[in-house]
């Protein structure tokens, strides 16, 4: 079978393991394809894809873009800051009429749980979720499961931390779906107060102590402190975080073994990550970003392709 | 429709050296020619006359390995998009002459889909096609052969099965099926 079982991507929950495995299958080849002299391929030629992102983003958005770019669609992008949004415009609404100009697939970041969903039921184009607030972001967790599936030859049975601020992370919550149904074992680290209340019941383990959690897995996938999600204080002051749940080379070095650290970015140096780790042989961070294109020209391809 | 054997073991042995001695003559020592098996199924008969061809002329030859899929014309036209394979081509082909090898040659959207997607890497001096099976009167393109092991002429509801043992089959055969057999 070489086709997904959803029509839209919007989160890992609704696809299976088949699915995440045909999208990994499909990038290695769009990694060939971005690591050519010419690297573009006419896939996606008569495609118009939007991305839409109400939410500010870098990485994403640019991951995206390129690799719309490199399968020849043609791409727009909207940015909620300088649209009529800021006038009262419904989301419906907005994407209506972006879908009214002749738009097959859409690529969409918003701040809310669950718009991408929303969207799906209401319009017939493609939905993929590039992140919807503190919920899921697909993407992210498929090129973060590739890159530890490039490093370590498979993610079955490999042991993942997901170390720092689990509570407002959508990137968490993908990646825990996402490794937990290729066969991984994975555990959440952080400081009691950003760990969610029955996040046990996904199956993971749960370790308050970095060290302990560092010393357990195979890799460290590290997330940024969410300031801007966070309306109370959960700890007393990022130096403190940093103090007990801030990641550096001596911590790293002092392990028994070799260990493989991540970050989705934008990473907060000093504050979760220290620049001497985050710069490390150990760290595969530039590696997630290429991979990210790379799993995002399959994602867009193999979607394209179940419209006709 | 019963199954129609086009071409048994030995038959096919005695076409493949035929098809190497054409190679031969055209490129002598192939010291600018690379050869590409196409995708999914091109890549064992290549191999084949790959090694055959090595073992003739004593000599390494370029060898690599295109994929066509993200090149199709059929895509969003087909129900399951077409499953990609692995392209490498370990080397430039700008100036080279280049032998595309595929199994069966029939609408030649395929061979399209090949030239489009073999640009990526090289302009090359020249081009030319090798199959194993050419289905007659079946184009869609204006494209031919330069290298044909055997002509067959076949209806749109028939199918050309090529088992080779590099692919896991008992015998290396060729045949002529229905389509939806």
Known sequence: M???????????????REDIELIFETADNFKEVINRPIKKVPSLRDVTIANVFFENSTRTRLSFELAQKRLSADVINFAASS???????????????????????????H????????????IKANIVNAGDGTHEHPTQALLDAFSIREKLGSVEGKKIAIIGDILHSRVALSNIFALKKLGA????????????KFIGQLGVEIEFNVRKALEWCDVANVLRIQLERQQIKYFPSLREYSLYYGINKKLLDSL????IVMHPGPINRGVELSSDAADSSHSIILDQVEN??????AVLYLLAGAAA | MQKKLILDSDLLDITLNRLC?????????????????MQPRGVFLAQLIHEKLQKALKKEISFGLLDTTFHRDDFRRRDIPAKASETRVPFVIEGKKVVLIDDVLFTGRTVRAALDAMIAFGRPSKVELLVLVDR???RDLPIAADYVGKYVDTLTSQRVLVELEAQGHKQNKIWLIKKDE
Do not use: Y
């Open chain 1, 2 to 16: 070489s086709k997904l079982t959803q029509r839209h991507l919007l989160g890992i929950k609704n696809i299976t």
């Open chain 2, 136 to 138: 007659k009167h079946t």
């Open chain 1, 292 to 297: 990210g294109v790379a799993v995002r020209m």
């Open chain 2, 21 to 37: 001695q054409q190679l031969i003559e055209n490129h002598t020592d192939f010291a600018e020619t690379v050869i590409l098996g």
């Open chain 1, 111 to 122: 701040a809310s749980v669950g718009a991408p969903h929303f969207l799906a039921k209401h």
């Open chain 1, 185 to 196: 074992k994975v555990m959440v680290c952080g400081p009691p107060t950003l760990l969610p």
């Open chain 1, 83 to 109: 649209s009529s949004v800021k006038k009262g415009e419904t989301l419906l609404d907005t994407v209506n009429n972006i879908l009214a100009m002749k738009v097959d697939m859409i690529v969409m970041r």
């Open chain 1, 256 to 259: 028994k073994k070799e260990i």
